[in-house]
């Protein structure tokens, strides 16, 4: 390849006057601005471009990669501004009819452009145009080279495969047996052995077809490592390929290429994974499918989840989702028959459930926070040599930060929200001074140093309110000075390979007494780990959104699930101020069914999800009545189409706009307008002909719509 080739080595560049032709390309490119541009077909190119090809086009000075929607005769813009394409990108694998309809459904569905869904799901480097600097071989090629293949044999390793239970059994030749599309729910507490039905179901649908691939979701980052893992060790033969946002570019760039050109076979990943072009896939797994990580909370709000299983039905594939806890909605599907349910009743260790027990706490607690009871059963474990857990869902050093004199409390300056204590870590524990704190808003990131005396009345007698988990630990230092305690939340995590080693530690039995977050509850098989301690759950209780008690019920099923898992003598306790609320009693009975069957009993009486539809406008504006005042508008709007079609006026609920339950966030004033309905084509036909409006009402509010919006 000549010198002059450098720039350009992924590219067949091509002459073109770019005023013969009329042809126009709609390129979806990674800008803000907008989604998607009208780029003129070069004569040299014309027939050769197809939607789903990749190219480089001109951007202001520069360039850049993007990936064609469609052609079309006219573009949207003056003729004599449109700039010709600059080549095709021929290393870039041919995008399939698949993926495209996938990406189109998608954007369809969350009334977004196709070119906001697409791009994003590309790995950055590869859409990042060869510079001048880079080497002769493009990203394409230094990717592929990346991902190796092993060298095992090719058939799944069952030498350490544990023999299945009859119900596990059960269930994967239901899955089996699937023919097409079908969606399976399988239900199984945790310990029952889903990650075995997991594993042979993967083997079944590899070895049914050459050029099978499964994909498998999982909720969050920290738990790819460790099903990958267990996936690797099945099936040593595989290349295996590992997607999710906490990869280096590189590396993601070689997974996602290894995927979309089928030489991985198995994908695990997470949310993102699910828009990956994945051409012979032939099997979906989603794992902890309950878990609110598989929406995407920025750009485009999808549901992974809901998107997986539409991809089989278009794929004409088996997904299985797999819950102890079950959202309200695959229960509900699973009821009516709409999912097959597969049941997994018992620990696949033979180990009995954990005993739970529900400790009444007062509103004054000693600095550990336990109650008497708790402490006993702590010191009885450790005194055995076994472990214990003690979850309390917040992290930092204390909620907010108080003035004994004047009640000054550390509220942000930019959020409707309290600066929370945290202590910061030290580089030298033993240097003198003692701890490090700041005050960090959860919301923003906004921090500030602690101040030495009250902002309002000067006193110096500022004090911690509350507990978070690095207040717990230090309190339960004093209380078990000879117990070796580790904590993890997402102040430890965020230090490379610190969760890594702290999970490696409990695991090397180097820990007795562990303190931790929501990420302790997840997935973590703790062996010696017998008694777990719910600090304090009740916040969640009487949140305002109607889905936080089914996660509540979720994470205090899978807190206690770590109980005992391998024991027979798991033991939870579950400290509240309100014993008496009917999710601890659904808890106590292991009412797995019990308690999705009277929430759904509740939604279907309010006419919520999964009875009801629903969309979220969200406005945001410096000046607090620019938001609702442009909310109104909308509001207004929005009631006049539906006065105009008697039909969506039946069916179709527009409430009052409010301000959102953090109404200020980052210096911005925020607020919400809910639209409902029974029908999801009415409330989608409504929604079509409402956007196009909204731009022109927004004024200085920036908005966006969410659809199936999470929280609410
Ligand atoms: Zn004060
Ligand atoms: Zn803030």
């Known amino acids: 390849m000549a010198r002059t080739d450098d720039r350009q080595a992924s590219v067949s560049a091509v002459e073109a006057d770019g ?50 929607l469609g052609l079309a005769n006219t573009a949207e813009i003056a003729a004599e501004k449109v700039r010709p394409i600059m080549g095709r990108v021929d290393e870039a694998p041919p995008s399939s009819s698949a993926w495209l309809e996938l990406i189109d459904f998608t954007a369809r569905y969350y009334h977004r452009h196709p070119g906001e869904v697409m791009l994003p799901a590309v790995p950055k480097l590869l859409r990042t145009p060869p510079s001048a600097r880079q080497r002769k071989e493009s990203a394409f090629a230094r990717a592929r080279k990346r991902f190796v293949a092993p060298a095992g044999s090719p058939s799944p390793d069952m030498a350490a495969a544990p023999g299945l239970k009859p119900a596990q059994a059960e269930a994967l030749a239901a899955l089996e047996q699937g023919e097409g599309f079908g969606v399976f729910l399988l239900h199984g507490v945790t310990g029952s052995g889903k990650t075995e039905v997991y594993l042979r179901f993967i083997a079944s649908r590899l070895a049914a077809d050459p050029i099978a691939q499964v994909l498998v979701l999982v909720p969050e980052i920290a738990l790819t ?133 529900v400790l009444a706490i007062d509103r004054d607690m000693p600095p550990d926070g336990l109650a008497e009871a708790a402490r006993a059963a702590i010191a009885e474990v450790l005194a055995d040599g076994g472990q214990a857990l003690v979850f309390l869902n917040r992290r930092g050093y204390a909620p907010v930060l108080a003035c004994g004199q004047c009640g000054w409390l550390s509220r942000c300056d930019d959020c409707s929200a309290y600066r929370v204590l945290h202590r910061v870590a030290q580089r030298r524990p033993q ?49 078990f000075p000879e117990a070796r305690i580790a904590r993890l939340d997402r102040d430890v995590a965020r230090r490379r390979g610190a969760a890594e080693a702290m999970l490696d530690a409990v695991h090397g039995g180097e820990v007795d007494l562990l303190v931790g977050t929501q990420m302790l509850a997840k997935g973590h098989d703790f062996q010696r780990l017998r008694l ?70 509740e939604r279907r009486e309010a006419g919520l999800p999964p009875f009801g539809h629903q969309a979220l406008l969200r406005a945001e504006a410096v000046a607090p009545d620019d938001a609702l005042g442009f909310l109104g508008a909308a509001r207004d709007a929005l009631l006049a189409i539906l006065a105009a079609t008697p039909e969506l006026a039946a069916h179709v609920r527009c409430f009052d706009p409010v301000p959102m339950p953090v109404a200020r966030l980052a210096g911005r004033e925020r607020a919400q307008l809910l639209v409902e309905s029974g029908s999801r084509p009415l409330l989608h036909r409504a929604l079509s002909r409402w956007l196009p409006e909204l731009d022109g009402l927004a004024g200085r509010s920036r908005w966006q719509l969410e659809v199936d919006p999470s929280e609410i």
């Open 19 to 68: 005023t013969t032709g009329r042809r126009y390309a709609r390129v979806a490119l990674d800008v803000p601005i907008a989604p998607c541009f009208d780029y003129l077909v070069p004569p040299a190119l014309d027939g050769r471009i197809a939607a789903g090809d990749w190219v480089l086009v001109p951007w202001g000075r520069g360039r850049k990669i993007g990936i064609v």
């Open 225 to 357: 490592p460790q099903l990958a893992e267990r996936v690797r060790a099945r099936f040593p033969g595989e290349p295996i390929a590992i997607l999710h946002s906490g990869l280096a570019e590189g590396e993601r760039a070689a997974s996602w290429l290894a995927v979309a050109d089928g030489r991985a076979r198995i994908l695990v990943g997470t949310r993102l994974a699910v828009l990956a072009p994945v051409p012979g896939l032939a099997g979906i797994i989603v794992d902890e499918e309950h878990d609110p990580s598989y929406k995407q909370q920025e750009g485009v709000h999808y549901s992974a989840r809901d998107l997986a299983v539409l991809l089989a039905s278009q794929r004409r594939i088996p997904v299985v989702l797999g819950s102890a806890t079950p959202s309200a909605e695959t229960w509900q599907a699973a009821r009516t028959g709409r999912y097959r349910l597969l049941t997994l009743p018992e620990r696949a260790s033979g180990a009995p459930a954990p005993r739970i027990e």
């Open 431 to 479: 240097a003198a001074g003692g701890a490090r704190f700041r005050l960090v808003c959860h919301h923003c990131g906004g921090e500030q140093a602690v101040p030495r005396g009250c902002p309002a009345c000067g006193d110096t007698d500022l004090r911690p309110v509350g507990r978070g988990t690095q207040r717990l630990e230090e309190a339960l230092a004093q209380t």
């Open 532 to 601: 777990v301690v719910v600090a304090d759950p009740d916040g969640a209780l009487f949140a305002a959104d109607f889905r936080a008690p089914e996660r509540l019920f979720a994470t205090l099923m899978q807190v206690a699930g770590r109980a005992g898992r391998f024991a027979r003598d798991g033991r939870v306790l579950v400290q509240t101020r309100f014993p008496g609320e009917p999710l601890f009693a659904a808890l106590q009975a292991h009412d797995f069914a019990g308690f999705p069957d009277r929430m759904l009993a």
